[in-house]
T-cell receptor, first 111, second 115 residues
Framework: KQEVTQIPAALSVPEGENLVLNCSFT??????LQWFRQDPGKGLTSLLL?????REQTSGRLNASLDKSSGRSTLYIAASQPGDSATYLC??????????FGKGTRLSVIA | GAGVSQSPSNKVTEKGKDVELRCDPI?????LYWYRQRLGQGLEFLIY????????KSGLPSDRFSAERTGESVSTLTIQRTQQEDSAVYLC?????????????FGPGTRLLVL
């Protein structure tokens, strides 16, 4: 059974810092991995999707990496801003199973 | 275009009552998913619809939970005889089709509180 773990559970940083969020999964036989952002009252927004054959994806200040063999992914946020404050969720897609989510990392960027 | 919408946004009910939660997916999306998110927990898959195929109900926690979908449009999640442990945010998502590279688009969720 696939399990997804996210570390840390919460993170507080001053504005402008670069930061890394971590995601690990137990079964490396995945099709893809997604990072989502969750804002209160607004549901989830997909940030980046990495296919199993890819090593990384970039979108603006966000960069996600994938090391499938070790069961790890990182989300790197450059030059953090207060608007980046949200909960970041990692989810893994394995075959015909539904997305399996981690519990998320709650990020606070302090101005 | 419009995203996934859910109603109601908040629902407070008494233990033992039935509740219905509604999801309107993005037009043209054939795949629809229901998830549950309890306080401090990750999202739990509940049920999945794909076109006219039989739904994947493998995530439903008990027979008190059921869901329907009319064609490729609206879906309703029904919880009968609600219990306090049913309190959670119920999220709906849709995608164009269920392939491995399809992004799921999420609605804002329904916050259910069972007293």
């Amino acid at each position: 059974k696939q399990e997804v773990t996210q570390i840390p559970a919460a993170l507080s940083v001053p504005e402008g810092e670069n930061l890394v969020l971590n995601c690990s999964f137990t079964d490396s036989a995945i099709y893809n991995l997604q990072w989502f952002r969750q804002d209160p009252g607004k549901g989830l927004t997909s940030l980046l999707l990495i296919q199993s054959s890819q090593r990384e994806q970039t979108s603006g200040r966000l960069n996600a990496s994938l090391d499938k063999s070790s069961g790890r992914s990182t989300l790197y946020i450059a030059a953090s801003q207060p608007g980046d404050s949200a909960t970041y969720l990692c989810a893994v897609h394995s075959g015909n199973t539904p997305l399996v989510f981690g519990k998320g990392t709650r990020l606070s960027v302090i101005a | 275009g419009a995203g996934v919408s859910q109603s109601p946004s908040n629902k407070v009910t008494e233990k033992g009552k039935d509740v219905e939660l509604r999801c309107d997916p993005i037009s043209g999306h054939t795949a629809l998913y229901w998830y549950r998110q309890r306080l401090g927990q990750g999202l739990e898959f509940l049920i999945y619809f794909q076109g006219n195929s039989a739904p994947d109900k493998s995530g439903l926690p008990s027979d008190r939970f059921s869901a329907e979908r009319t064609g490729e449009s609206v879906s309703t999640l029904t919880i009968q005889r609600t219990q306090q442990e049913d309190s959670a945010v119920y999220l709906c998502a849709s995608s164009f089709r269920r392939t491995v590279d399809e992004t799921q688009y999420f609605g804002p969720g329904t916050r259910l509180l069972v007293l």
